[in-house]
Every structure is written in C-alpha cells, then in structure tokens.
C-alpha cells in the first residue's frame, strides 16, 4: 500500500483545526480557519456570480 496517497475534504481538514482550537492551540488553529473560512467566502461568490472553472 506504499503507492496509496491519502485525501481529505476540507469540510475534515477544517473539523481537525477546529478541534485543535478547541484543545487550546488556538494561534494556529485560529489561523488556519480563517484561511479555510476565506476559500469558503470566494467559493460561495463564484457560485452565486456563476463563475466558470478553471480547465
């Protein structure tokens, strides 16, 4: 299983930060969240101005 390469949606990676704040390491967490909170804020933008993909 060497050449296995592990992904994970954002929606998990921003619960792992989350969690971490919440365990009190909250300067990264903190800083990480709000990086994940703006790709969620430029994301709902381009939906709402139907914005094409990227190819």
């Known amino acids: 299983m ?3 390469e592990h992904l994970c949606c954002m929606v998990h990676a921003r619960a792992k930060f989350k ?3 919440e365990q009190g390491n909250d ?3 903190t800083f990480i969240l709000e990086l994940i909170s703006e790709l969620y804020r430029l994301e709902r933008g381009y939906e709402e101005n ?3 993909p990227i190819r």
Do not use: T, W
């Open 2 to 4: 060497v050449d296995i």
């Open 19 to 21: 969690y971490a704040l």
């Open 27 to 29: 300067k990264d967490a």
């Open 50 to 52: 139907n914005c094409p």
